[in-house]
């Protein structure tokens, strides 16, 4: 898992997880921030904004714990899938 600014500048890679039903994105997300891996929350302040995609709604519980505005954008609109 990458973790990137708004600019493009890359802070960490974190891993390697395996990948299965237990190591989605939002259960991994959850691990980095409930065990401060990396001293993750030195780098995030209160109302700093996450944007990520749907994979992490499993974690957005955690992000507003921690002060963290989390952005998810609605790429599909309410759909399941794109058009052909």
């Not at 039903?21 to 991994?28: F, M």
């Not at 065990?35 to 994979?55: H, I, K, T, Y």
């Not at 957005?60 to 952005?71: H, N, P, Q, W, Y």
Request: with cysteine.
């Amino acid at each position: 898992m990458m973790i990137v600014s708004t600019t493009g500048y890359i802070k960490s890679v974190l891993g390697p997880f395996l990948s299965d039903s237990s190591n989605n994105d939002a259960n991994i997300l959850k691990h980095v921030f409930l065990s401060d891996m990396e001293d993750v929350l030195q780098w995030v302040q209160e109302n700093d904004v996450l944007v990520v995609d749907r994979g992490f709604c499993n974690c957005l519980g955690v992000m507003k714990r921690f002060g963290i505005d989390v952005a998810m954008p609605p790429f599909l609109d309410g759909k399941k899938q794109f058009d052909v």
